[in-house]
């Protein structure tokens, strides 16, 4: 019998504008506390209801951006690259900046700071296990492939 390979699909620049678009919008606010930690901006406001507000813009954000990716579903369909690397890169500094807001986010919580070590080395072998598997599936960029 013939050796048959699984079947490999080619994704369309939709999927992979959807799945970058989405995880920027996880991503979003985390990183702008990230900018409003290194510029002390929680000592001029209220940073809970700087979050709050934030956290909304970010929804409308998140709906304004669902629509234009709805309307331009069918251009976006027809584009196909066999590797997707350069917005496997993006989506890599994205995790990576939005990893190290959520790290921010849990200290303006006012979370045990002596905790902050276990719960990043968690979230990213998490965040890191999930990239692994959207780089092999979605993006063709096997990053622990043997040759």
């Given amino acids: 019998m013939m050796d048959v390979k699984r079947k490999l699909r080619i994704y369309s620049q939709y999927e ?3 799945i970058n678009f989405y995880a ?3 991503w979003l606010l985390p990183m702008i506390l990230v900018v409003t930690y290194v510029f002390e901006v929680d ?7 700087f979050i709050f507000w934030t956290a909304i813009s970010n929804g409308v954000i998140t709906l304004i951006g669902t629509g234009v990716l709805l309307l331009k579903r069918d251009a976006m369909k027809r584009k196909v690259k066999a590797g997707y690397r350069n917005e496997f890169v993006y989506l890599l500094f994205v995790c990576a900046f939005g990893l190290l ?4 986010f849990y200290d303006y919580m006012g979370f045990d700071r002596q905790f902050i070590a276990n719960v990043l080395i968690v979230t990213a072998a ?5 990239l692994l598997k959207l780089g092999r599936k979605f993006y063709k960029f096997d990053y622990m492939k043997k040759k």
Wanted: glycine fraction near 4%; charge should be positive; proline fraction near 0%.
């Fill in 126 to 130: 998490l965040l890191f296990y999930i």
């Fill in 24 to 26: 920027s919008m996880i």
């Fill in 101 to 104: 807001g959520f790290v921010v």
């Fill in 43 to 49: 000592r001029l406001l209220n940073i809970n209801q």
């Fill in 16 to 18: 992979i504008n959807v």
